[in-house]
């Protein structure tokens, strides 16, 4: 497959959260919890909302040359007092379009959540991604990013 270099990185909108939400389900860990229909439950919108209110939580998605969504990830700037007060950039729910994959989309996104954490002061950038993900994982060492943690997990 050929790359998509004409993709735009932008904030996402209320018109966006279908496409999100069916680009988090369409994965083997995110489908069971997701639920997508018509109309999309309004627990999305209501979330969408708060995360869109909040300055320190970036929503973005990759929308391609006809403007059709077909990545997205969330940017999460967290400060602190480690590290002499630093923040940190936390990368979650970095999602392309099932369609559009291995065509550098994934690695545009990440490189903009990068640059824009650098930009916000952030002194690095954290990701989670689950230990079954091993694709996932050799993508995110490509670009640069190192095992330095265990990850763990309290559902409700």
């Keep these: 497959m050929s790359a998509i270099s004409n993709v735009t990185i932008r904030r996402a909108r209320r018109e966006d959260v279908g496409a999100i939400v069916a680009m988090l389900a369409d994965d083997p860990l995110g489908g069971p919890r997701e639920r997508i ?41 967290l400060p602190g007092l480690s590290s002499q007060g630093a923040s940190r950039g936390l990368v979650e729910d970095v999602r392309v379009a099932s369609h559009c994959r291995s065509r550098g989309i994934g690695e545009q996104m990440v490189q903009w959540a990068v640059a824009e954490a650098r930009a916000r002061g952030c002194k690095l950038v954290e990701l989670l991604t689950h230990q079954t993900r091993v694709d996932a994982q050799r993508f995110y060492e490509r670009l640069g990013f190192a095992r330095s943690h265990v990850g763990m997990t309290l559902r409700f």
């Design 37 to 77: 229909g018509d109309p999309l439950p309004q627990c999305y919108f209501t979330a969408f909302e708060t995360v869109d209110r909040d300055p320190n939580i970036l929503l973005v998605v990759a929308a391609d040359g006809e403007g059709a969504v077909v990545g997205c990830l969330q940017l999460c700037i």
